[in-house]
C-alpha cells in the first residue's frame, strides 16, 4: 500500500463547478497534512495546510479526519487558473520527511 | 515569502558526464535540505536529506557514490549526478525549511534533466 495515496484523475469540470479530492495516508502517526499545487513542468507550491478542525482559505476547503486517515480537498466556484496537479502530502512523525502522492489532475473547461 | 533558488533550470548532457545542480535558500538560512526526483505522471520521490555540514542521508535505493550531496552552508546545498545515463533523465527538485521557523516546505524551480 502507497503512504499516501490519490485518485490521479484527470477531473475534468466546467468553470464554476465545486469539486473534491480525496486522500488517505497509511502511518497514523502522521502529524502534519498539507495540499500542494503543482502547474506542468514547475516546482510545487504550498496550497493549504490541513488542520484536524478543518479549514478554509478563500474557494478551498480542506478537511481533515484522522480515525479513517483520511484527507480532502474541496474548490468551490472552479476557474480555469485551477487547472493543475493537487499533492497530498503528509508529514511523518514530525520530523523534516515529507512524503506526497501522486497528485490528481484537475482541468477546468469553458 | 521565503524564496528557494536553483539551477539551472534545464540541462541537457552525454551520457557519462556530470552534472551540478544548486539550491539556494535567498533569505533564509536552512541547516537541512531535501532532495527529490519526479519522473513523468509520478510523484516527488525523495532522494536525500542534505544536513549542512555533515553527510547527507539517502533514501533507500538512493547510490550515494552517484549523486553527491554537499551541503557547505546554510544557504546552500548541491546535488552532482556523477557519470549520468539516460535513464537519470528526470526533475530534479530541492526544498527547505527555514531553520526553526514553521512546517512549510519552499522548493526550487525544479531542474530537468536529459541524458542523451
Known amino acids: 500500500r502507497k503512504e499516501v495515496e490519490q485518485d490521479p484523475g484527470p477531473f475534468n469540470v466546467p468553470e464554476g463547478a465545486t469539486v473534491a479530492f480525496n486522500c488517505t495516508y497509511s502511518?497514523?502517526?502522521?502529524?502534519?497534512f498539507f495540499w500542494y499545487r503543482q502547474d506542468c513542468r514547475k516546482e510545487p507550491k504550498l496550497l493549504m495546510s490541513v488542520y484536524s478542525s478543518g479549514n478554509e482559505d478563500g474557494r478551498f476547503t480542506a478537511q481533515l479526519n484522522r480515525a479513517s486517515q483520511y484527507i480532502s480537498l474541496l474548490i468551490r466556484d472552479s476557474k480555469l487558473s485551477d487547472s493543475a496537479t493537487y499533492l497530498c502530502v503528509v508529514n511523518e512523525g514530525g520530523g523534516n520527511k515529507l512524503t506526497f502522492g501522486t497528485g490528481t489532475q484537475l482541468k477546468v473547461e469553458l | 515569502g521565503a524564496v528557494v533558488s536553483q539551477h539551472p533550470s534545464w540541462v541537457i548532457c552525454k551520457s557519462g558526464t556530470s552534472v551540478k545542480i544548486e539550491c539556494r535558500s535567498l533569505d533564509f538560512q536552512a541547516t537541512t535540505m531535501f532532495w527529490y526526483r519526479q519522473f513523468p505522471k509520478q510523484s516527488l520521490m525523495l532522494m536525500a536529506t542534505s544536513n549542512e555540514g555533515s553527510k547527507a542521508t539517502y533514501e533507500q535505493g538512493v547510490e550515494k557514490d552517484k549523486f553527491l550531496i554537499n551541503h557547505a552552508s546554510l544557504t546552500l546545498s548541491t546535488l552532482t549526478v556523477t557519470s549520468a545515463h539516460p535513464e537519470d533523465s528526470s526533475f530534479y527538485i530541492c526544498s527547505a525549511r527555514p531553520t526553526g521557523g514553521g512546517t512549510e516546505a519552499f522548493f526550487g524551480q525544479g531542474t530537468r534533466l536529459t541524458v542523451v
Open positions: 502511518n497514523s502517526a502522521s502529524q502534519s
